[in-house]
Each structure stands twice: as structure tokens, then as C-alpha cells.
């Protein structure tokens, strides 16, 4: 049997350029006399649709597309994915469904059945899981047809007490079908690849597997679809990051040109181009602002966008105040003459002066101090939302997660924008992933990388005034963000306990500036956001 | 058998306090000989937890909790709410449980079945569902006991296939007991004293309802433990939205002096009320600060707050510019005055003049218009923040739900703020809110009341310019929000079509807004925040 494989980019809602997208897919396989064209998990809706699913009309806007989807496919199957009611009077109102359309119609439903509800999945408040599964019968051969997190109930992990491919193999299928939106972060490509082939060792069937691509407000699908034979063996490894269509012949797989997974800043840089590209063209935006402090997270948000909307696109702000040192004018200067973007300069210490004259009464008998700082990183802000709301641009944030997680930001101020661009990454991979982007020639001044980081909203000011090195910060930051660990195991690991507390009390304790940051692009395990969950409340380790 | 209901405010992950707490009242019960006192759904923790219970630290501190309490239940017993290991190898590392305790120690643990995942909910996340479901023993009686959403599952509305008290009640039970963590909205009372009658007469059994009663950051428990007869007769009605403790004779039930169900606007001015005290103190803060804008919201907002947390501690600021009415001023006076409160005047003008001038080059040949608007929006926002920097206050935010929903406000402007007051509150219950606040005799001035709205950010602008009438948009709003309903349905109700797409539209594109709003106090069915989740890119209606 000829398989296509269609990595595409969906748009959450659009259905229009979603079916469109996929009539295109196949016609384009039908031409190639493919028999089958596979697309991903919810593709006529995109993922992950989230409460858009409470609305009937959406489902029936799902369905009405699968419907018309069908009819294009006579002389040609397809796989698509997509909502679909659940009729029983009992349980929640829709499946997760696997469609398999043949002969201008929808041949069959298959449901998934495990459905995830960790970090960045709700599925279980949507969907109810299959209880019947069944193989599909086409051209002579038997296809156990399965979705996404079907085959990640791996042995010594399980979530589930069963696995949907422990009844499918009953059937005796020829091969397996996994259709999925499973989101990207640094070690993923290489877990999925584990996962995919624990199953192709238990199951001892080839595995087409086909990956949503493309960015979704936060999460970044990086694609990476692949056939794995019977044995375990990658055949085929599509890009990541991009759409792609291949065929593949089931009786006779052989191995192809392979891509390789990129490293892990290549990865990250990727990732991060994309999720911009696609949040500002899904929104329909063009152009950008940012502010240029002089400082390294500006500098890295600034070469990100450029590579993602063009240098004409992009409009960074330099802000200069009283405090704010020669190099970092002179740095972000040369950063732009790099990159060949034009920028605006706007003093803020008039502005300031307008503040504190108004406020002389109200602040009577008190010394400089947060307050005063953050008026001027508000009055950024302010200005940088000026740009925006005029001239209809995105402020992107540049906010990384180290100061992020212990709150060195300012709520309006420099944590302000539409979408944050570095907001997953450490600033020790800040620094790696400048130099990962300096790789060829340099386009961020080597004196942005290697000075030593300040806000500069008082004299002589360092982040290493108030916060550890960032090395030590970061590694305890990521054992308690991503990898769950308790203060007892952090101390029991070596870390200082004094440190320990402070660091966990400060993530805790600003919470509440984390519920108002924009939306974070995921590269991570764990990000901040709608993966992570906690009580602003909440008395725990604060 | 006697048995108390301690219906309490616990604090999440402050586990000495809620120990302390749940000590005290088992003291007290043994004090009036009762058997079994009974505490709500995760009382040893708080509800609700969220990812706090991924952290083994986290549960191992819940278990030595109800540990030690257990070492109290001495010549008395006790059932506690907290989460507990699931120890197979499958499923979740969770159960959530009701700890039976007696004789010094934990006898038996009873898991929740039922865990919903639909709103504000995510127990599936975390637990796995029991499934093994057995009576309590105790005293010579039959006790079944289920956990909140068990008792859930009613016919015609089936979200599950089982229902635990179907197997309970094989074993002939004498009555029920269940513990629970059920948020407030409006209409839950009602809805959940059905819930509740349709199982006593379902299971002719008695029925002893616990609830947890204070705030958790954006959701309010309103108490209202009671108990039912085998024939669905309310016998005993605890208060709403305060602590309690009452003793029962499981034998003799006899009806009780009945607390009445408060009237919509009583009970959403106390839960409002009991939303902002509880969000300080569990975060340990006790002055709050807001603008005062001579319109409604700002004033009511002020009043609630001034109940919340006394006069002395709320620091309104009153912030005219040059588009400011006299009678915003003059309001404004009257409305401290009447609460007895503290004012500031800081004007403006000035500051605006500054941010003019110096964006005199990037705005070149451009009019007056939004930038400009939302500019003195800002310097709002920034001198409150001042306020709440300097002095340790929290900025109480004033935006109404009607324009949440169609984003008529400014970021880091008036949407600013640590927590949403009203902004789960129609525009049209805003109105009615005030009247129902000065029913004996005014507080908030009547031209405040009476006066059309406007924002006041440039001549002569009013609400009604940009926005179809309260009324018409609220009833719009409530019926998409709450009801689900689609556009199609809308205008087959008798809604203008134009000004439906024109709304729901609206509603849909200014997501990315109200993904950075503070956390709003939750007094509605669907409410923005953590029960409503929607993608930011999504096209639909948009």
C-alpha cells in the first residue's frame, strides 16, 4: 500500500484554510496514486482547540469539514482528525476521533482512548475515552489505527491501566498508524523516538506516525513525523519545524536520506522563529516592537524576531535614563546596524521627572527605592505600548525564565507584551543560544554577551546584587520547575539550604506576576503557563 | 450517633494552620461528646491544591498531617479530606481521599470515584478514580461516604458511567455523609440542594452535607454544609460564607432555625466581600489602593473593599486629567467621604504632556487617538503601582465583565491590579450591585448610579459610542459565556445578526487581553480565568 504522510501547519478554528490545506494534500496524493494520505490529530480544527469545544456549533463545524473532506476522497483514502459526538447518554459529550474516509464518505470512526490531562493537556475535559477499538480493513490489509498519547503507556510509566495497541494486536494488523499533536520541547524528539519504538518492539509492526507542525499561541509542534519498521529502525524521518508530504511504500520500506535532530540550540532557535512567525501571522500581525536595553535578553528577542518578520518588520526602542550606562546605547546600536534594522531612541528621564514631581506629595519622607525603579521600567512600558497601539505592532516581551521564576521583573514594565519570546529560557542558555546564533559571524555584540547583567534602574546596579549566579540559580530552578524536586531532595543533592529557601520562596511568592505575563513559547518540559498550575495563594515553600 | 459538621476556611499548603484549625474542633466536638465530627474535601491541604500535588514533598506533608490529627481522634472519630498515594503501579500517583479516623489512627481510606475536569476543575489531572468503594463501621452504623462530585452524577446529566453510591448503597447504609469543595456561583446553592435531594430520594437515606467555606484566590466557597432527611426535607441549613459548627443526633434529626438562601445580590456582595479579605490575609497583606474614576465600578469596587478590609486600610486615588467632568471629582469626594476613607488627588496632565513630547518624532503626522487614550490609562496604572510599590498595597483592579468581555479597557492601564473585584460582574449587576449597597440609605452617590459611563480619555466620549447598550450586550454576553450559546442560536433567539457576529467577535479577539488580567473573584457559572480556556490564535468567530 502507498502511504502519504502529511505534515501540515492547521490554524485553530480556521477551518477554511484547514480543509483547504487538506483537500490540497490530496489531490497532490492522488496525482502520486498514493492509497492512503494521513494527517494529524484534530487536524480540521487544529490543536489543541480548548473550550472552543464546549460549542456545538464548533463541533458541527468540525464535522461538516471531515464531511466535506470525504467527498475528495474517491480512488484515495485518508486519516484525518477531528471531534466527534459521542451518542451514549452517559459520559462526556465527544470523542477524539480518528477518521478513516474512503469511497466519498466516512468509512469509520476510531477513538482514542487514553487521554492525557498533565502538564499542557486537558483532554479528559473534553473527550471521553474509546471503549471499543478496531483495526481498519483497506486494499487487503489491516491497519491498527491509534492517536497520540494511545501509544505512550509505556511499560514501567503507565498512566493506564490498558493500552488501546494490547486489543488492536488481536486482529493480527499489518501495520500501525499513530496520529498525533505532541508538542515540542528539547528532549522530546528524542523521548518520542524511544516511545515509538517500545511499541514497534512490543507490537513488532512498522509505525507511520504523523506529527502536527506549527505554533499555537504557546505550544510549538516541531512535526518530526517518522516510520519506524518492524524491528525498530527510524526508515524515515521527516523535518522538523516545517511542513512536508512523503510517500512511503508499507510491503517495501526502505530507508531514506534521513534528517537528523538538530541540535539543542538549533532546536530552540527553530522552535522560538517559528512560534513568532506563526502567533503574529495567525493573528494576522506584521510588524513587531521591542525595547533595546543594551542587555542580552533584548538583544537575543530582537535577532529572533528579525529572522522570524524580516528586519523591516521589526521596531526596537532603545530608552535610555539617567542610569542607564554609554555601552548600552552604543551596544544595542551596533546590534541593530547588524542586524539592518532601523531604531528610535526616546529619553525617559523627563517622563521620570513628571512622576516623581507628581508624586512628591504622596511619597513624602520616603528614599528611592522599588518604587521609583519600576516607574521607570512602567514608563517603558508605556511607551513601548505606544508604538504598539499606534502603529498596530506586537510588543514582544523579553522577559527569560530565571527572572521570570524568581521575579526580578516589573508587572507592566519590562514583563509587558503581547507574546514572550525567551520566557522558557534559562538565561544560562541565553548566553549559549547567543553564541549558537553568533555561530557564523557576529550579530550579537560579543560585549552584550559578556558583560555582567544589570536592569540599570539605580547606579551600579548587577542582577548579582540581589540574585545567585545564574549557573546555581538555574540548576536549582530546573530541578524544582521541570523536575519536581522537594527542598529535602535539592539540600540532599548538595545544594545550600539557606539558598534552597530563598530561591523556592521567591518562585513561590511570585506567582501572582506569573498569572500576567503573556503568553510563554514552550521549549521546555515545564514551562510557566497553562502547564503549571499553582495557587497564587498558596502558603507552600513561600 | 452525634455527629458536628465543622464547616471551615482552610489556607492551600498552610498545613500548620489548617491542622491547628481541624485540632480545635475535634477538641470542641469531644467536649460535647459527639462521635464523629467531619471535615470537608481536602481539608488538610485546601482546595484546591492544583500542581502543588505533583510535588511528593507536597502530599508527604498532607499524610503526616493527617497523621497527627489522627493521633487526636481519641474517644471520638473523625473524617478528613486530603490527597493520599495511589500504590499500584498503574493509574496516577493519587487518590483523593476521606480519611476515617479513629482510636488514634487512620482506619480506613475512602476515594473519591467521580473527579471532574469540566470549569474550574482538573482532579483528573491528579487522581486516579477509585475503584473500590466500601461503607464506613462505626458504632453499630453503616456509614456511606462519598467525596463532592460522587453524588454528582444525576440522571439525564450523566457525565459518568457509575455512581458510587450505587454500590454503597448494596450494603444498606444507615445514612450518607459527603465532603466537598464546591465553589460558589450564583445559582449553585440552588442547584446543589436539588443535587442533593434528588440522591436522598434516590437512596432513602439521610444526608450530611460538609463544604468549605472562605476564598482561595479567584474561587469562594460559600459554606452551606446542611443535612437532609431520607425524604429530601432540608432539616438544618449552616451559614453561608462563614465558619461553623454544628452538632447532629443522626437518630432524631429535627428541623432546625433555618438559614435562608441569601437573595442574589446579598449573597454576591458577601462573597465579594469575603473574596478580598481572604485574598490578603492568606497572602498576608492588609492595605489595598485603587483608582477612583467618579464611575461605578471604581466606586463599588471602593465600597466592597472598604467592608473588606476596613476604611483605614483603603487608599483610593484620584487621578483627573484634562477630559476629567467636574462631577468625577466631585463624586469621587462624596464617596470617601460617605465611607468614611482617605483620598489622593494626583493630576495627570503633566505627565501626559511629557510622554506627548517626547514621542513627538514617533508619532509625527499622527492624530489624537487610541495610543493617545490608552497613554493616560498608563500613567494610572503606573502612579497606583507607585502607590502599591511604595506603601506594600495591593491595587484592587475595577473592570466589569461586560468590558473583560469585549476588552474595553487598557492593559497595564485600568486592567491593571493584584485581583479582580468585579470582574465576574455584568455592567448590569454592577448597577443593580450599588442600589442593593445603598438600600439603607446611600454610600455610593446617586449620580454615579444614575450618570451615563464613560472612560473619559477624550472629549465628550461615553460607553455608548463604542458599545451597544448594557442591557442588549449583557444578555448577549450571558447567554455565550454561561450558555454556549452559538451565533446561530443567538440570532434564532431574536438577537440582532450583525450585532451578534459584531460581539462575539469582539469577545474572541480580545483574548490575548484577558490572558494577562489579575485573577477576577469568581461569582458566575463561567467566569474568565481558570474555567475558561481559550486559545489566543483561535479564528473562531474572530
Same mark, same amino acid.
Given at each position: 500500500m502507498k502511504i502519504a504522510i502529511a505534515q501540515l501547519n492547521y490554524h485553530i478554528g480556521n477551518f477554511e484554510a484547514n480543509t483547504d490545506k487538506i483537500l490540497a494534500n490530496i489531490q497532490k496524493a492522488k496525482a502520486e496514486n498514493v492509497d492512503l494520505v494521513i494527517f494529524s490529530e484534530l487536524a480540521v480544527c487544529g490543536y489543541p482547540p480548548r473550550d472552543f469545544l464546549e460549542f456545538d456549533d464548533f463541533i458541527e463545524l468540525c464535522v461538516n469539514a471531515v464531511e466535506k473532506i470525504a467527498t475528495a476522497c474517491v480512488g484515495i483514502a485518508a486519516i484525518v482528525g477531528g471531534p466527534y459526538w459521542n451518542n451514549e447518554t452517559e459520559g462526556k459529550k465527544l470523542f477524539n476521533s480518528a477518521f478513516f474516509l474512503a469511497d466519498g464518505k466516512i468509512q469509520s470512526n476510531h477513538y482514542k482512548q487514553l487521554l492525557p490531562t498533565y502538564d499542557v493537556f486537558d483532554e479528559y475535559r473534553y473527550f471521553e475515552p474509546s471503549e471499543n477499538v478496531k483495526c481498519i480493513d483497506y486494499l487487503g490489509e489491516k491497519i491498527a489505527l491509534t492517536i497520540c498519547e494511545d501509544l505512550w503507556n509505556i511499560e514501567g510509566k503507565e498512566l493506564y491501566s490498558e493500552s488501546p495497541m494490547d486489543t488492536l494486536i488481536k486482529e493480527s494488523p499489518d501495520f500501525m498508524i499513530n496520529i498525533a499533536a505532541s508538542p515540542f520541547s528539547v528532549l522530546q524528539a528524542d523521548n518520542r523516538t524511544e516511545v515509538l519504538q517500545w511499541n514497534t518492539n512490543k507490537y513488532k509492526l512498522p509505525l507511520f506516525y504523523v506529527n502536527h507542525v506549527g505554533a499555537q499561541t504557546e505550544l510549538i509542534f516541531d512535526g518530526a513525523s517518522c516510520v519506524l519498521n518492524a524491528t525498530g529502525e527510524v526508515m524515515a524521518q521527516l523535518p522538523f519545524f516545517e511542513e512536508h508530504f512523503s510517500i512511503f511504500d508499507t510491503k517495501s520500506l526502505e530507508k531514506e536520506l534521513l534528517e537528523k535532530i538538530p541540535s539543542k540550540f538549533k532546536k530552540i532557535e527553530t522552535a522560538l522563529v517559528l512560534g513568532i512567525k506563526d502567533y503574529f501571522k495567525k493573528l494576522g500581525f506584521k510588524t513587531a516592537t521591542l525595547g533595546l536595553s543594551g542587555g542580552i535578553d533584548s538583544a537575543l528577542t530582537l535577532a529572533l524576531a528579525v529572522k522570524a518578520l524580516g528586519k523591516e518588520n521589526v521596531f526596537p526602542i532603545l530608552m535610555p535614563s539617567q542610569f542607564s550606562s554609554d555601552h548600552s546605547i552604543s551596544d544595542s546600536l551596533e546590534l541593530c546596524k547588524n542586524l539592518g534594522c532601523k531604531h528610535h531612541i526616546i529619553e525617559i528621564e523627563k517622563i521620570y521627572e513628571s512622576f516623581d514631581s507628581q508624586l512628591t506629595d504622596l511619597f513624602k519622607g520616603t528614599e528611592f527605592g522599588i518604587a521609583e525603579e519600576n516607574i521607570q521600567s512602567r514608563i517603558r512600558g508605556t511607551l513601548l505600548m505606544a508604538q504598539s497601539n499606534k502603529f498596530g505592532s506586537i510588543l514582544l516581551n523579553t522577559s527569560n525564565k530565571s527572572e521570570l521564576a524568581v521575579g526580578y521583573g516589573t508587572l507592566y514594565g519590562d514583563m509587558a507584551g503581547g507574546l514572550s519570546v525567551i520566557g522558557d529560557v534559562y538565561k544560562t542558555d541565553v548566553f549559549e543560544l547567543c553564541r549558537f546564533i553568533n $555561530?557564523?559571524?557576529? #550579530? #550579537?555584540?560579543?560585549n552584550i554577551i559578556t558583560k555582567p547583567p544589570s536592569a540599570e534602574l539605580r547606579p551600579d546596579q548587577f542582577d548579582s546584587d540581589s540574585l545567585p549566579d545564574y549557573p546555581i540559580l538555574d540548576s536549582i530552578l530546573f530541578e524544582y520547575i521541570?523536575? $519536581?524536586?522537594s527542598p529535602a531532595n535539592l539540600i540532599e543533592m548538595g545544594y545550600d539550604e539557606a539558598l534552597v529557601k530563598r530561591i523556592l520562596r521567591l518562585v513561590n511568592m511570585n506567582e501572582y506576576k506569573r498569572h500576567q505575563t503573556p503568553p510563554i513559547l514552550r521549549i521546555s518540559s515545564k514551562a510557566f503557563g497553562m502547564g503549571r498550575r499553582v495557587p497564587i495563594v498558596g502558603k507552600y515553600l513561600s
Open positions: $555561530r557564523n559571524g557576529e #550579530i #550579537i555584540p560579543d521541570e523536575n $519536581r524536586q
